[in-house]
């Protein structure tokens, strides 16, 4: 019987064969790879033709662009992107929603994603369809129903959210006020899961990974015990960790519902939802909330290293200046540019070449406008021999 080491001289021509395979595919060979992994079906034809010679003639970005031009880049490729940040599950088997359809409008038109979570936008079916309603989902359910081709302008139709919400417009904060979004994320409970959502899915970072045990806690509201299980050692060394900071930011959030009667947002300014005040026993000392002003204590410490703006204060009041903290920073547009790496590439980012190719990406993005196509383009191209 062979040693098992006898066998890894062919393991590595194995692999050395294959990456001369790689290296050597032709314009016409890589094409195909960039249509597949960006649209998701095979190219026609004419489209194939088109990307060769793009390639041959060494512009591979546009060949990617070109790819992007398939309608199922945003009715399949976009749609399993972003269909997991709507729902606490994060699974991508739900529904099309007004998150969804807006992040799709935007990447579509080009609009600056770090806008994303902010902006008054909202895309809207175009004529032929149902109506907007705040109230239901019948509108994009339909789209999906009927395969509608969400690349075409005159199907899916930017619109100003406050205007088909009935939100105020300074109350509109781009994907956190849809109405998906509200009902996922501020259903019962105390608003937090709309921050921590929001740090998953815009900063690629859970709260575990936030964690700053040295900021103070005198904003952590009262529904926290101080000493859980009667340990208080529990609370300084675990909750204070994350409630320290989300509970400041967290606040943005105050006025804010969804009501589970009339199944839509509901928008209270000037007055605190009753859920901040829930569980008030648990530590009558703590913070009682007074109003939607919010504060980033992890401008300082660990979380210093998420590159927060230095041309924003780092406090405000409401969702929507909170939308723009977090989609001025350098994670906010890094986290992007790793999702998208990860959907074209079908990896994470695992090598140097890749992490540098991660960084080139992100530095790009936010030079050229915050546009969600450039960092889909340059991260297929990177990936278009793997």
């Known amino acids: 019987m062979n040693h098992p080491m006898s066998v890894r001289p062919l393991v590595a021509f194995a692999i050395g064969l294959a990456l001369a395979g790689v290296a050597q595919a032709s314009p016409r060979e890589q094409a195909k790879r960039l249509h597949d992994r960006l649209a998701g079906v095979p190219p026609s034809a004419s489209v194939l033709d088109t990307m060769t010679n793009l390639i041959a003639s060494n512009d591979p970005e546009a060949a990617a662009r070109e790819?992007?031009?398939a309608p199922s880049f945003y009715t399949v490729v976009l749609k399993n992107l972003v269909t997991p940040w709507t729902n606490r599950d994060q699974t991508a088997f739900a529904p099309l929603n007004d998150y969804t359809a807006t992040v799709i409008g935007m990447v579509?038109?080009?609009?600056?994603f770090n806008t994303v979570l902010s902006d008054d936008i909202l895309y809207v079916?175009?004529?032929?369809?149902?109506?907007y309603s705040p109230a239901n989902n019948d509108l994009y359910e339909n789209l999906e129903n009927t395969n509608a081709d969400l690349s075409n302008p005159s199907v899916l139709v930017r619109t100003a959210q406050s205007s088909a919400s009935?939100?105020?417009?300074?109350?509109?904060?781009?994907?956190?006020?849809?109405?998906?979004a509200a009902q996922a994320f501020f259903v019962a409970g105390t608003n937090r899961a709309m921050f921590r959502f929001t740090m998953i899915n815009h900063m690629c970072k859970d709260m575990e990974q936030l964690a700053d045990t040295t900021r103070p806690p005198d904003r952590i509201r009262q529904d926290i015990s101080r000493s859980p299980g009667g340990d208080s050692r529990i609370f300084l060394n675990n909750c204070v960790g994350c409630h320290s900071g989300m509970d400041p930011l967290a606040q943005a959030f105050a006025y804010y519902n969804w009501n589970e009667t009339t199944l839509r947002i509901e928008y209270t300014p000037a007055m605190v939802q009753p859920k901040y005040h829930i569980n008030a026993d648990n530590f009558k000392q703590g913070y009682v909330t007074p109003d939607d002003r919010w504060d980033n204590r992890w401008r300082k410490g660990p979380n210093e290293v998420l590159g927060w703006s230095s041309q924003l204060p780092g406090s405000g009041s409401g969702a929507k200046s909170l939308g723009e903290e977090i989609g001025a920073s350098q994670q906010f547009a890094r986290c992007q540019v790793e999702k998208v790496f990860k959907t074209v590439c079908l990896?994470?980012?695992?090598?140097?070449?890749?992490?540098t190719a991660v960084d080139s990406i992100t530095a790009a993005f936010k030079a050229g406008g915050y546009k969600l196509k450039d960092a889909f383009a340059k991260a297929a191209v990177h990936c278009m021999g793997s």
């Open 166 to 180: 009935g939100l105020p417009a300074g109350a509109t904060a781009g994907v956190m006020t849809t109405r998906a």
């Open 67 to 69: 790819a992007m031009k």
């Open 347 to 355: 990896r994470p980012p695992a090598s140097q070449q890749d992490r």
């Open 125 to 131: 079916g175009g004529s032929g369809q149902p109506a």
């Open 108 to 112: 579509r038109d080009d609009v600056p």
